[in-house]
């Protein structure tokens, strides 16, 4: 089928992807312009996934500073290249990142990072509460399984809701797996601070 | 004696000291100025050490990201009020501190805050090496000693001398304690990050 010079150039906008890799997606998807985008993401994604074990040396690092200084975030964010480094999209994620972690404190970048003490502690609370609000020990550990999982979702930066979509559905996750085949290097966010006055 | 209003006014622009503390420093001091300093010095560290209890509730966070954005320190800054939060001594300080731990790199804000384990194995191997070195035991004790004092003073942000300083004879206590003198609340450095990509 014919795929106008239109839709190609709206498909890498969107997408930020190569003129031929739109122009063959937009043929697998019978020119269709949103099923074309899923089937870049999902390349991308998968050789995103390819890409995650490789070194990262190189990085770049950004604050955010909310107006009045009483609130600062920092984000390290780690890839394999210094030109990569120096890629305006991924500054603009460092930005966002820091902005986010100013607005909802996560604890840790990953659940791996998380002290398994903590999540022991929460457990039990999470038991004691399942019980004390009359549920069946049997149910119990389903209960506190959800409670952990949501526990990890608003405490972990990757497995947050990025504050800036409306939607609610992409996860820091998500949009750092979008980066990473948009980009083409492997990246990683390596730690943070964020300092709050009185807290 | 007759204190010239000159006089004063060097004295005030050197020391951000009252006009009347100015003169009376000035008489006490028969004159000369840099006696005068002297007086208003420890005056104000004396008034400084007063003002240490004091809670710090207050404060205000910096930054300073080195060009290429692969260094980048954050410092918090403790004080009273709000007010003195605003002032543009503490928010210069603030800054200076901030470029001063992305070139020194320290481990802490003070002595207190290192790990006692560190210091620990800081001294076993101080002694091993001097009496690697020849020097009988009696004397290890004294040289060790002289070793974790240097070691507090590269590795303890309050111990370390002022990188801006060129003399390198003064120390950031002293210059937190000269602007806790000045600004007359007392002031805390809270805590430190500092982020370098591939260390």
Redesign the interface.
């Known amino acids: 089928m014919e795929i106008s010079a239109k839709d190609v150039m709206t498909l890498r906008k969107k997408t930020g992807v190569g003129m031929m890799d739109c122009k063959n997606a937009l043929r697998e998807a019978g020119g269709d312009i949103e099923k074309a985008v899923n089937i870049l993401r999902e390349k991308g994604i998968a050789s995103a996934q390819k890409r995650s074990g490789r070194e990262t ?7 955010y ?1 909310h107006p009045g ?4 975030a ?1 984000v ?1 964010i ?1 890839c394999e290249t210094d030109f990569v ?1 120096r890629n305006s999209e991924l ?1 603009e994620f460092a930005r966002n990142i820091a902005m986010h972690i100013a607005a909802t404190n996560p604890l840790s970048v990953s659940e791996e990072d998380i002290d398994p003490e903590i999540i022991e502690s929460e457990k039990e609370i999470y038991r004691a509460q399942a019980l004390n609000e009359g549920k069946k020990p049997e149910f119990a550990d389903k209960i506190v399984e959800g409670r952990v999982k949501k526990f990890y979702k608003e405490s972990c930066l990757l497995n947050q809701n990025y504050i800036k979509d409306e939607s609610s559905k992409t996860t820091i996750q998500d949009l750092l797996t979008d980066l990473i085949a948009k980009i083409g290097e492997n990246i990683v966010i390596r ?1 943070f ?1 964020r ?1 709050e ?2 807290a």
């Open positions: 040396k190189q990085g770049y690092i950004d604050t500073i200084s009483k609130l600062v920092m390290e780690n480094a500054q730690r601070a300092y006055i009185g």
